[in-house]
Every structure is written in structure tokens, then in C-alpha cells.
């Protein structure tokens, strides 16, 4: 181990909610238009490759889905100045219980017009996420949602490191935690969609609890 020491509860915390994070991009680029719930510089890329090609429906996808992604952070950047953290992620939940009654409702293939609303309430729900772990302050600021700049301090951090710092094995941890949150969300989907939302939901609710405890009295 490196001199910086691992922040067990945070990174259990974030590699909890990055498997939802997975899931729920999974879910979305396989069910609700091809797009991602989170990672916002691909569906930027993607809206390029619509207008190129002149694909306005799926421009339209990759538009709602940024909308719902701003939404998200600038709801919960307001709820964080008011109840910290721990508010921002119970208003994710809240997100995520209206996206499952919206899934359910739709057999997990919803219409042109569902798949929008699902899409908004997914892409809120990773939005608040983000400003919830932002909304820790200062060094304990770790994204669970938007991971390119966390693959890039991880490569940075070994070829300059002489061993695992702490924040290193955090992020290894969460890079892992996306993959598999993909990889069951995808199976989900693809066996028992109507189980999918359950995924994003109890690693919310186990967030809930690891803050609720750590939380400071």
C-alpha cells in the first residue's frame, strides 16, 4: 500500500452505486434507444453521428437523455445545499421507483413515447448520483457515473506510483464495479427484464444505509 490509506465506507459506497451505474447504462443502450443513462461524452458523440447522418430519431433520444442527465445534476445541486448527500440519493431512489413502475408498466419495451420518459427518469437518476458524490466535498469527491477520467488516473497513477495508493485500489474497485453492473444488467435484461430495476434500486438503498451509518453524529 501506498502512504494515502483506502476509504473503506466511500469506496464501498461508490462501487456499490457504480454496479447500478452499469446496469442502468446497460439497460438504456439495449432498451431505450441505443443511448446511456450516464456517460453524457458518448451520447454527445452519438447526437454528432445523428445530425451527420441525418438520424433525427435517434437525435431526439440522445438530446432527451442529456436533458434528463442536467435535470438530474441541477435538482440534485440544489437538494445537496440543503440535505447533503444523503437527500440527493434518496431523490435518486425516487427517480429510480418511478423508472421501475414506468418499466414494469411496459414489459421492460416500452413505446416511442415511454422510452423517452424512462430514458428522462434514468438519466435523472445518474445525474443526482453524480451530485450526490460531489456533494462529499474536497478529496472524497469520486464519480460513479462518468469513469473516462478515472481509467486515465489509474493508468497515470501505476506507471508513476511505486505501489497501490489507496485511491488507486478504489478505483480499480469502481472501473471492475461498472463492468460488472453491465454485464448483469445486460444478462437481466436479456432473461428476466421485469427484474432489471431492482438492480439500480437496492444499490441505491445499500448506499442509503452505508451513508446513514457513516454519517456523522
Do not use: K
Request: proline share 3%.
Amino acid at each position: 500500500m501506498g502512504r494515502e490509506r483506502l476509504d473503506l465506507p466511500l469506496t464501498a459506497m461508490a462501487v456499490v452505486l457504480t454496479v447500478g451505474t452499469g446496469a442502468v447504462d446497460a439497460a438504456s443502450f439495449i432498451r431505450l434507444g441505443g443511448v446511456f443513462s450516464s456517460v453524457m461524452t458518448g451520447n454527445l458523440v452519438v447526437s454528432g453521428y445523428a445530425i451527420g447522418t441525418a438520424d433525427l430519431a435517434h437525435l431526439l433520444t440522445t438530446v432527451t437523455a442529456v436533458i434528463g442527465y442536467v435535470l438530474g445534476v441541477a435538482a440534485g445541486t440544489g437538494v445537496a445545499g440543503r440535505g447533503g448527500m444523503i437527500a440527493v440519493l434518496g431523490a435518486e431512489l425516487l427517480a429510480l421507483v418511478a423508472f421501475a413502475v414506468g418499466w414494469e408498466v411496459t414489459g421492460g419495451r416500452p413505446s416511442a413515447v415511454a422510452l423517452h420518459v424512462l430514458l428522462v427518469l434514468t438519466a435523472m437518476a445518474m445525474g443526482l448520483q453524480s451530485a450526490a458524490m460531489r456533494a462529499l466535498g474536497g478529496r472524497r469527491v469520486v464519480s460513479t457515473t462518468y469513469l473516462t477520467g478515472t481509467l486515465t488516473g489509474v493508468i497515470a497513477a501505476l506507471l508513476t506510483s511505486g505501489g497501490l495508493a489507496g485511491a488507486m485500489v478504489r478505483d480499480i474497485a469502481i472501473l471492475t464495479a461498472v463492468v460488472v453492473g453491465a454485464a448483469a444488467g445486460t444478462l437481466v435484461v436479456t432473461l428476466v427484464p421485469a427484474a432489471l430495476p431492482a438492480i439500480p434500486l437496492v444499490t441505491v438503498l445499500a448506499a442509503l444505509t452505508m451513508a446513514g451509518l457513516t454519517r456523522p453524529r
